[in-house]
């Protein structure tokens, strides 16, 4: 199935397949939401009975933009700018404008599965649901669901110019992207969060049933960031609910009601929580609905108890239950490189790596249950002669494009660690955190060497984790050495 959009904010095609909200009809918005704009399009017969029709009229309406194109050439209605040029890198140098003042982009890139998709899947250009079962990729202008069981046959959405592909709901029946509006200055002055939504032509391939595309237009800079567990939210990331400049919160978006509403802590308390600072990575939990962020260089990170955060934490985010909350990490965390810091999560716990942290870098684990670190560890001399020498090799290997730098990966897999680097990864002990080759002092030699640049680890349950490279042949399932 195809569906074809104009602009976002005036949808092209068949006037009769478009259904605008109550918002449409006046010029007066809320003020966290402009408006929001519903395009339905239908398929089979309904389709092509409204395509004769609108040949017909379109004959006729020919002359009509004629002479009409004469009169109004003075009176164009401009175009929605399609530009997304803030930044979304990992440099301490990258930041958006926005409302007047300068603010750290929080965006990170969407989690990778836990498991290998049937599908094809790039982690650069495609998202994936939790279990891997859907596959939704940008390509050619146009939103592509993907079945890893081969059924569906590919649903294809025809999208806007500008729009970037951010989450997959858990079903894998809808997607959320987003293009941001920027003005002069360079401040983002609006954000489209396009929401394409396939859940009735899964129930029935054969339906005529329509399938819908919702567009938000949301005042200032928000960023999506994942869906409900039930579909009827999504997770954002607010820039302008901040009370501070340069502060941000996480909200639900409604997307029955198009309006932004407050997070909810653990307790289902009111979670008024600011942050401020640049998204690490995310990580899915393994035997839960959450997902895990690890945020670096907070500065204004206020807790909704009203105590200061540190440097760096955990934003725990729960998509069944639909709360929040933040896990602050030892106060010698979160001041360092991002391509020095890396979270991953086990069953019962995570763990977060500093090669900056102390003196010579530190490992924290924290407790999932309590939502507490409980223990924290020097890395050893021959973990760090390991990573060092895992970086300098990735660093000096040819072809790599100018500036860059190579990033430390980190997964769990039981009590083992796997660390990754460039086209290399080591494993190590998660308790006394020595590397477990052959030759300890010299555990680069023993290292497990990867098809291609390393993007990403996830822990596949219970079989070891898989080494998401740049080689474009999915992911290495990798298991740990007995000892």
């Not at 396009?194 to 005529?208: F, G, M």
């Not at 934003?315 to 979160?334: K, T, V």
């Not at 003196?359 to 002669?385: E, H, K, T, W």
Request: hydrophobic share 40%; net charge negative; glycine share 10%.
């Amino acid at each position: 199935m195809t569906l074809t959009l104009g602009d976002a904010a005036h949808p092209t095609g068949d006037t009769s397949a478009t259904l605008p909200s109550a918002h449409d009809t006046s010029n007066e918005f809320p003020p966290s939401q402009a408006r929001t704009d519903e395009v339905v399009h239908r398929s089979g017969r309904k389709a092509r009975m409204a395509l004769i029709a609108a040949l017909i009229v379109g004959v006729v309406g020919i002359v009509v933009v004629v002479l009409s194109g004469l009169v109004a050439a003075g009176n164009r209605t401009e175009d929605v700018a399609s530009a997304h040029d803030h930044a979304r890198g990992e440099g301490d140098d990258d930041v958006t404008h926005h409302g007047g003042y300068e603010t750290q982009p929080a965006t990170v890139a969407p989690p990778l599965p836990g498991v290998q998709p049937g599908a094809r899947f790039d982690p650069r250009t495609a998202v994936a649901n939790f279990d891997a079962s859907v596959v939704a990729e940008v390509e050619d202008g146009a939103l592509v669901f993907t079945e890893s069981n081969g059924a569906g046959g590919g649903d294809r959405v025809d999208l806007p110019p500008g729009y970037e592909l951010r989450a997959l709901s858990a079903t894998g029946t809808t997607a959320a992207l987003v293009r941001h509006e920027i003005d002069e200055a360079g401040r983002v002055t609006r954000s489209d969060v396009l929401i394409a939504d396939r859940s009735s032509t899964k129930a029935d391939p054969d339906s005529n049933d329509p399938v819908t595309v919702t567009i938000h237009h949301l005042d200032g800079l928000v960023e999506p960031e994942a869906f409900a567990t039930d579909g009827r939210s999504l997770f954002v990331i607010d820039h302008q609910a901040g009370s501070r400049p340069g502060t941000y919160r996480i909200r639900p978006l409604d997307l029955a009601t198009g309006e932004l509403q407050e997070m909810l802590g653990p307790t289902k308390e009111p979670l008024i929580e600011d942050m401020n600072g640049v998204g690490r990575r995310q990580v899915w939990g393994l035997n839960d609905s959450r997902l895990y962020t690890l945020y670096i260089r907070q500065t204004d990170h206020v807790h909704a108890s009203g105590r200061s955060g540190t440097d760096g934490f955990v934003h725990i985010l729960d998509l069944d239950e639909e709360w929040a909350f933040c896990l602050d990490l030892p106060s010698s965390f979160g001041k360092g490189d991002l391509s020095t810091t890396a979270l991953a999560v086990g069953a019962t716990r995570l763990a977060v790596l500093d090669l900056s942290a102390g003196v010579g870098g530190q490992l924290a684990y924290a407790s999932i249950a309590d939502r507490a670190v409980v223990d924290v560890l020097d890395l050893p001399l021959s973990f760090r002669r390991t990573v060092k020498a895992m970086l300098v090799a990735a660093a000096e290997q040819p072809g790599r494009p100018a500036g860059w730098q190579p990033t430390v990966h980190l997964a769990m897999h039981e009590t083992v660690l796997a660390v990754g680097v460039g086209d290399a990864l080591v494993w190590f002990d998660g308790s006394t955190l020595e590397p477990l080759v052959d030759d300890p002092d010299n555990a680069y030699r023993d290292r497990v060497e990867l098809d291609g640049p390393l993007l990403g680890l996830t822990t596949m349950p219970g079989s070891g984790v898989l080494a998401w490279t740049g080689a474009g042949q999915g992911p290495e399932q990798l298991s740990p050495p007995r000892h």
